[in-house]
């Protein structure tokens, strides 16, 4: 279901990647009888809502990014992006502390070595010269609303840094807010296999 759903966006997905995504689905559903990490755990919702939704970002990844993801939680898209992606570096952030063991369980299981948690507030990781203006793309998933989210990715892209949120609804208010400001806003529109309409909006920075 995973391959063919992301096939439909365009996304090819390896034998050896579906392992690893129904490998990270398993232990999610494990950590998830002992720690409240996801909602959504029977196995078509997993694999449409939240392994489809999160291969959708994969065309936009430019080769070799830096990629963070702010509020990781499970690990969408951060994880499946990791799978499918040994070219780019990603780094998750999540304010739970058991979300992120759990992330940092998946990614030494899966012997992801160009993936690592991080167990932050994204505003006090933000201030950090370690992580501050060292990102080509900033991504976030069901994190905050349009606005907040462009505020606190700006601190971790580099001058030519990228925004993606990857929204369930959208608002042409919420997308108003911030067009034209410090980012130039486009929207693809996609839907998953269930029919559920999503959207990803890009963000090139313009000035800032
Ligand atoms: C609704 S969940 C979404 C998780 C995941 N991106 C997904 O799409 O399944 C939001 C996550 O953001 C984290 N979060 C909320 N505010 C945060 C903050 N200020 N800094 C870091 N993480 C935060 C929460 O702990 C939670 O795991």
């Known amino acids: 279901m995973i391959a063919r759903g992301a096939g439909q966006m365009g996304v090819r997905i390896e034998k050896d990647q579906l392992d690893a995504m129904a490998f990270h689905a398993a232990e999610l559903i494990k950590w998830n009888k002992k720690f409240n990490i996801t909602a959504i755990t029977d196995p078509v919702g997993m694999a449409v809502k939240h392994f489809v939704d999160s291969v959708a970002l994969i065309p936009w990844v430019p080769q070799g990014a830096a990629v963070v ?17 040994p070219d780019i570096r990603v780094v998750m952030v999540d304010a739970s502390r058991k979300k992120v063991s759990f992330l940092n369980h998946v990614v030494r299981m ?41 505020d606190l990715a700006l601190p971790f892209l580099s001058s030519q840094g990228k925004i993606v949120a990857m929204k369930g609804d959208l608002s042409t208010e919420e997308v108003e807010e911030v067009d034209g400001s410090c980012f130039d806003v486009d929207i693809k529109r996609y839907c998953l296999p269930n029919g559920d309409r999503r959207a990803l909006v890009v963000g090139v920075r313009s000035c800032c």
Do not use: Q, W
């Not at 993801?69 to 992606?85: T, V």
């Not at 948690?117 to 006090?124: C, K, M, Q, Y």
């Open 69 to 85: 993801d702010l509020g990781s939680g499970g690990g969408f898209p951060g994880i499946p992006l990791a799978i499918c992606r």
């Open 110 to 150: 899966e012997n992801l070595s160009h993936a690592t948690a991080l167990h932050s507030r994204v505003e006090i990781l933000a201030g950090d010269d370690k992580y501050a203006g060292k990102f080509d793309m900033a991504v976030s998933r069901a994190f905050t609303g349009l606005g907040r989210f462009v």
